[in-house]
């Protein structure tokens, strides 16, 4: 059974760095997409940063090209990601997806997990 832990999410200033980390308990595919996805206050579910197949392509939402760094440690079956020079718009509940099957990497519906997110506030 597969189960996605996040953790790292907190209450940080602007200009902040923060790094998340997502526990991939069970996951053992490493060709299909694994993700960042955010939500915040009445916004729909983004892709913030996707990474495919065993790590080697990654690909960011404009609004964090720069600043943000998606990563995956296959030994320790964790996905990271490091947030730098955060902005209050950063501001949401982070969440980590993982595929099991060929799919848009930027699209909600490609993936079959979940985890139940991570909380991240960015004030001025």
């Known amino acids: 059974q597969v189960q996605l832990a996040e953790s790292g999410g907190d209450s940080v200033q602007a200009g902040g760095s923060l790094r998340l980390a997502c526990v991939a308990s069970g996951y053992t595919y490493t060709t299909y997409c694994m993700a960042w996805f955010r939500q915040g206050p009445g916004k729909e579910r983004e892709a913030v940063a996707t990474?495919?197949?065993?790590?080697?392509?990654?690909d960011y939402a404009d609004s964090v090209k720069g600043r943000f760094t998606i990563s995956r440690d296959m030994n320790k079956n964790t996905l990271y990601l490091q947030m730098n020079s955060l902005r209050p718009d950063d501001t949401g509940m982070y969440y980590c997806?993982?595929?099991?099957?060929?799919?848009?990497?930027?699209?909600?519906?490609?993936?079959?997990?979940w985890g139940q997110g991570t909380q991240v506030t960015v004030s001025l």
């Open positions: 997806a993982a595929a099991i099957s060929r799919g848009f990497c930027s699209v909600p519906s490609t993936y079959a997990y």
């Open positions: 990474i495919w197949p065993r790590g080697t392509t990654t």
